[in-house]
């Protein structure tokens, strides 16, 4: 069972921002160097400034951007660009925003801490694999700022059946407004309250319940290993996390897939690749036998995008290597395992020898890629459904990086929690 605590978090402060629109960014990993500029345009305090070098994101050369991170942070601290809340406290985030089929949606989650040192693998499911790189990068930045500045995105079920009732009875404190134009117009409200009856039942509810790691899996990896190699320290506390808590039943609890595009194929191999894919896949995607099988499309310029199913035989070979064979359903592990190892007959992830893989949330975003000519082709997913994941993880499956977009992200800035004890 998980402990789940209220907190006195840092926040952007009031008397100066009104509105937080100029200060909030996306979590560091979705900001591109041309986005990075823009929000560093909006405000001097914008919190990319913290959460993300110019360089990259591989720790390799951010080396001085961990020590002004922190110099910044203590600067605006001492300078009240940002401020401290008087009680231990849970925000409430609200986010109305456009879904794909154009419905208004609200998504409500709740910012909390969690405590590590008290989970077991049964208490939080990790649904995609991680890289070594981004956890150095988050537990060096973690280290040297002493802070959670972006929360790790959980979902969680709501077996208490509680959630309306606690919505109903919410009482905010305060309460900040936003709004970010990145993908699409997000409105956003962010307000906190102190109820401690309030605070218990939500803890309570929480702490029951099957939590899943939605976005930020490398930021907990990161916070998992600074906890754990960290020394007793009576100014310190490594023990709990910032979260953004979202029960699975919301109705704004969208999920992009995350379509790849591959960019340096030679013409000469694109027809090849494309002949070993017709042995390997039926493009008749009509066919109700195949109706079972996970399928996905192919789009290469100057063509519509085909539907194409794995076919009976090489799915159920597939099947017998992977662990639970219920990860085979997934057309993006079918990506990875076949497409990319069998097709292009990649090395291992992170070594060298991939090929250039573009990662798209938006479909539109990768065909118009392919008919630019940025990548020679694309290979696009279903969504997955959240009980879907669910299913999977509850058998310890895990899904390649990159395998989901929990849309929109959470941003980085709404309330920030240090680890340094007051």
């Keep these: 069972m998980v402990e789940i605590r209220p907190f006195r978090g840092l926040v952007y402060n009031p008397e100066r921002f009104q509105d937080l629109t100029s200060v909030l960014a996306p979590p560091y990993d979705v900001v591109s160097k041309e986005l990075r500029s823009q929000l560093l345009a909006t405000s001097p305090f914008n919190i990319v400034n913290l959460t993300l070098g110019e360089t990259d994101r591989t720790g390799s050369s951010q080396g001085t951007f961990y020590t002004q991170a922190m110099e910044?942070?203590?600067?605006?601290?001492?300078?009240?660009?940002?401020?401290?809340?008087?009680?231990?406290?849970?925000?409430r985030v609200d986010q109305t925003f456009r879904s794909p089929n154009d419905r208004v949606l609200t998504r409500t989650g709740f910012v909390a801490l969690i405590r590590l040192d008290s989970l077991s693998?049964?208490?939080?499911?990790?649904?995609?694999?991680?890289?070594?790189?981004?956890?150095?990068?988050?537990?060096?930045?973690?280290?040297?700022?002493?802070?959670?500045?972006s929360p790790i995105f959980f979902v969680y079920r709501d077996l208490s059946g509680d959630l309306d009732a606690l919505l109903a009875d919410y009482q905010y404190t305060a309460q900040a407004r936003a709004t970010m134009n990145l993908e699409d117009r997000v409105e956003i409200r962010v307000s906190h309250t102190g109820k401690r009856n309030w605070i218990d039942r939500f803890c309570n509810c929480v702490k029951e319940s099957e939590i899943l790691i939605a976005d930020g899996h490398h930021r907990f990896e990161a916070a998992l290993s600074f906890h754990r190699e960290s020394r007793p320290d009576e100014f310190l506390d490594t023990s709990f996390v910032m979260g953004y808590f979202v029960p699975a039943s919301s109705e704004g609890l969208v999920i992009f897939p995350v379509h790849r595009g591959i960019k340096g194929v030679p013409d000469r191999d694109l027809v090849l690749i494309q002949a070993k894919l017709r042995e390997l896949f039926d493009t008749n995607a009509n066919d109700v036998s195949g109706g079972r099988l996970p399928s996905l499309r192919v789009a290469v310029s100057g063509k519509k995008p085909v539907r194409m199913r794995?076919?009976?035989g090489v799915h159920e070979t597939f099947r017998k290597n992977l662990s639970p064979t219920s990860v085979g359903s997934f057309s993006v592990v079918i990506f990875e395992e076949i497409i990319l190892k069998e097709i292009f007959r990649t090395a291992p992830p992170e070594s060298p020898g991939l090929p250039d893989v573009r990662y798209y949330s938006r479909e539109d975003d990768c065909l118009g890629d392919v008919e630019r000519g940025v990548v020679q082709i694309a290979f696009l997913f279903d969504p997955i459904g959240i009980e879907s994941l669910y299913s999977v993880v509850s058998e310890d499956g895990v899904l390649p990086p990159k395998s989901t977009y929990f849309y929109p992200k959470c941003p980085a800035g709404l309330v920030m929690h240090s680890l340094e004890r007051t």
């Design 72 to 91: 910044k942070w203590k600067n605006w601290q001492q300078k009240d660009v940002v401020v401290r809340v008087s009680e231990p406290a849970i925000w």
């Design 121 to 149: 693998p049964s208490d939080i499911y990790t649904h995609e694999k991680t890289f070594q790189s981004p956890i150095r990068d988050r537990k060096n930045l973690l280290e040297m700022t002493r802070t959670n500045f």
């Design 310 to 312: 794995i076919k009976a």
